[in-house]
């Protein structure tokens, strides 16, 4: 039995067309007669974050760049050729190869042709020039190959027929070149990368892992070596299945790590009440309160704190930490959202 | 959003602030263009679009990316000239009227300002506003080209523009249907303005 993965997955076209059939890679990038930079990116990983490389040292003015150039590969494999195109067609692919650039934000929808036709399979360079007046926010950066003539056959057919149809595509990276005004630094920093390849990740199908390695900064570690979940964590949209089913994961892997963040800075307050690092403190403060049912935060820091070190209190501290959770992260509303998607009901 | 108050600039600049980048703009321009309309035009005359569109493109000297801060659409509409949102629009609900005024983004039929200067910008060609001055005298033009994602692509709408400017609405609600439905199968940004207008006659001449 042939094995497929999700790279061969087809959509519902009425011909033969490859989702996953590009393969494109970003690997570096200039602003404006800079240094190439080398992207290093995360396996799976297709947002890159290019707004403190580009941001202004003065905040309130426009950062100061005029054009981001991104360098990378696309390379078309010689299986989507055959997959997509007729026999008679194969040697010399009617198609072009672009990559088209989109940005919300500016109403901008453009291509940079990588290859005109014909297009065969092999490695192709690509550059990729972002002018500054074009652009804000985060601009969408896609490969297509698309049929450049009709084909001449007889009859029906598997293949798409017509000029100017889609016959594949590759990955959709998000390039941000903004910051959000209202971004502040998140509480904790996250990031992809496989488990099995780092030996101090864990082992096993884990999803995620909150590393306390660094007390004063804990870090969360998503488990690409999944890369369905890993890709429909960095899905983007605000509708479909792909942006429900990922606010659910995400509910699952928040109330995880809540709970050991709740746990770890209530174990962390000494005799004066205190924490020591600003984690800590903006955990008990969102939570301690709720826990506790009362206004007075250092009231229910003590409680927690006392509570979590006697064995008599611990499980129920947990109950109401599992309570409380489930009131703040809400993971029913998301849930039904999945289903209501899911079940077209 | 409905009667009349007065804002002072006082209570105004709370909410006003320098834009990034510093834009340039001739709103002695724009005042004197939009002073005529109010003068020569009717409440809510659809007219008042095209009679405005280009002198609005023209005056502000902005990039996509200046245009794509919703602040400045709200203080052109909300500050500068309220009184043309109000002579164009009338008020049919707090909504409606709310977008007209603090509309913006990626909606391009949202703001009233905004939506002049998009379109203008994505029908004209240099100095030459013809194509602009075709979509303003069709509303129904207006109405079903710019509601859709294709008009986000500016060789597609400049064809599509040029085909059905003198077709009868039954023909452009047709035509912008069933190219949005042809671009299942067609990606859009692999078209050239040329390829777009091929695509866009064959089905004006099928829908006729």
Request: aromatic share 8%.
């Amino acid at each position: 039995m042939t094995r497929h993965s999700q790279r061969h997955r087809t959509t519902t076209l009425p011909f033969s067309y490859r989702d996953k059939g590009i393969d494109f890679e970003l690997d570096s990038f200039t602003v404006d007669d800079g240094n190439q930079t080398a992207l290093e990116l995360n396996p799976a990983q297709t947002e890159i974050n290019l707004a403190s490389a580009v941001s202004s040292s003065d905040s309130s003015d426009d950062p100061d760049w005029e054009t981001i150039t991104l360098y990378g590969k696309l390379r078309l494999p010689e299986e989507t050729v055959q997959a997509v195109f007729p026999q008679d067609e194969r040697a010399q692919p009617p198609a072009k190869l672009y990559v088209a650039i989109r940005c919300h934000e500016t109403i901008y929808r453009d291509r940079v042709i990588i290859s005109e036709a014909p297009t065969t399979p092999g490695e192709y360079n690509v550059t990729l020039e972002v002018p500054k007046s074009t652009v804000r926010g985060t601009v969408e950066l896609r490969p297509y190959l698309v049929r450049t003539e009709s084909h001449s056959g007889e009859g029906s057919s598997d293949y798409a027929e017509q000029k100017n149809f889609r016959v594949a595509s590759g990955t959709l990276y998000y390039v941000v070149v903004d910051r959000p005004d209202d971004e502040e630094r998140a509480a904790i920093d996250g990031e992809r990368v496989r488990f099995s390849q780092n030996a101090h990740l864990p082992d096993g199908n884990k999803l995620y892992y909150l590393d306390f390695r660094n007390e004063s900064r804990p870090k969360l570690w998503i488990n690409s070596d999944h890369p369905r979940i890993a890709e429909v964590l960095q899905s983007r949209g605000s509708v479909g299945a792909e942006a429900r089913m990922r606010d659910v994961i995400l509910d699952q892997v928040s109330y995880g790590v809540w709970v050991q963040l709740l746990v770890r800075a209530g174990s962390a307050v000494d005799a004066e009440g205190d924490v020591e690092h600003e984690w800590q403190e903006m955990v008990l403060q969102t939570f301690a309160r709720n826990l506790y049912d009362t206004s007075d935060v250092s009231e229910a820091t003590y409680r927690l704190s006392d509570d979590l070190s006697d064995p008599q209190t611990l499980p129920h501290v947990i109950q109401r930490i599992d309570s409380e959770l489930q009131e703040y992260i809400n993971p029913r509303e998301q849930l039904i959202h999945l289903m209501e998607e899911g079940l077209q009901i | 959003m409905k009667g009349e108050v007065t804002l002072t600039d006082e209570q105004l600049n709370e909410y006003v602030e320098p834009m990034p980048g510093r834009p340039t703009a001739d709103l002695d321009r724009i005042d004197s263009a939009v002073k005529q309309v109010l003068e020569e035009y009717p409440e809510y005359d659809t007219a008042i679009d095209g009679a405005l569109a280009e002198e609005i493109h023209r005056g502000l000297d902005i990039t996509r990316r200046t245009a794509g801060d919703p602040g400045l659409w709200h203080w052109l509409a909300v500050v500068r000239y309220p009184d043309l949102v109000r002579h164009r629009w009338e008020y049919r609900s707090e909504e409606a009227m709310r977008e007209k005024f603090l509309g913006a983004g990626s909606d391009l039929y949202s703001n009233a300002i905004h939506r002049l200067w998009w379109i203008a910008e994505l029908t004209s060609r240099g100095d030459d506003y013809s194509t602009t001055d075709a979509v303003f005298a069709n509303q129904t033009m207006v109405n079903k080209v710019f509601d859709r994602w294709f008009a986000r692509y500016q060789p597609a709408v400049r064809a599509m523009c040029d085909e059905l400017a003198d077709e009868p609405s039954r023909v452009i609600d047709e035509t912008t249907r069933r190219f949005n439905h042809a671009l299942t199968n067609v990606q859009l940004e692999g078209l050239s303005e040329n390829e777009a207008r091929e695509m866009i006659r064959q089905i004006v001449a099928e829908s006729q």
